[in-house]
């Protein structure tokens, strides 16, 4: 058998394993519980403004943020958070505590290969993309801003 | 009334983001790394050209706790710091902004990796 042929049968193999997603119901909860993510932020967002009135704006923020990277984590580590995942799909990934899930995930996993290479080291297979990509494009727009105050 | 309208944009505009990233995963079979990825692109370019803090006032959490959030204070951290500090910014400014998350991440992780055990597996 030829390798095109071989590969174009293996290719049909795989695409009729890959799980499918049915469209309409996983964009339906995939809004919704976003949604609501995000409106959990601006509550929490609010109760810090109401209990502490002398915090600044963008201290109030950090905290938020903070809290809700928190309820991921502790939500990752008892199970949960992944069955959120499961049905929500995007809405679980897009919003901060996704970034959260996707560091405390795969450290809880690999647990078992030790503290060094399994929390440590997979600690970062979905979040050092993220880090890395985040912090080079920060220097590129930094580095045109220097140049563009040179002038 | 106020207030709920308030909520009722942050909830529409947080769910329409959440959707799209939804509909990137439908069409395209996309990993979670690249969408994070991409969301964090299109925070760091809202901001860098300037429209993210209007998006912001308007739709406050909505647009903040979404990744793009993330991206944006990159970037605003290293214009910020730019200005402030100079060339040095360039360097110092984004993980200067994003300290607290990115922190905040890793120490929560690594303390209930210690605590708890995986589920995955069953």
Known sequence: MDDKKRNETYNKYVMSKIPKTKPWPSLFNSFWVGGLICVLGQGINDIYMLVFPSL?????????????????????????????????????????????????????????????????VKMFTIAGPVIVFGVVSSIVVGLIYWIISLF | MDIFLTYLIVFLVGGVICMLGEVLIITTNITSARILVTFVLIGVFLEAVGVFDYISDFAKAGIN???????????????????????????????????????????????????????TKK
Do not use: M, R
């Open chain 1, 56 to 120: 600044s704006e963008q201290t109030a923020w950090a905290l938020t943020l903070i809290t809700l990277i928190f309820i991921a984590s502790f939500l990752t580590g008892i199970g949960v958070y992944d069955q959120i995942g499961k049905f929500a799909g995007g809405g679980s990934i897009v919003p901060i505590t996704g970034f959260s899930n996707s560091i405390a995930s795969p450290s809880i996993e690999f647990k078992s290969e030790g503290i060094i290479y399994g929390i440590c």
């Open chain 2, 65 to 119: 706790v979404p990744i793009i959030g993330f991206g944006a204070s990159l970037a605003k951290g290293a214009i910020g710091a730019v200005k402030t500090h100079g060339f040095l910014g360039i360097f110092t400014g984004g993980l200067t902004a994003t300290a607290g998350g990115i922190a905040a991440a890793i120490g929560f992780a690594f303390l209930f990796a210690l605590i708890f055990k995986s589920h």
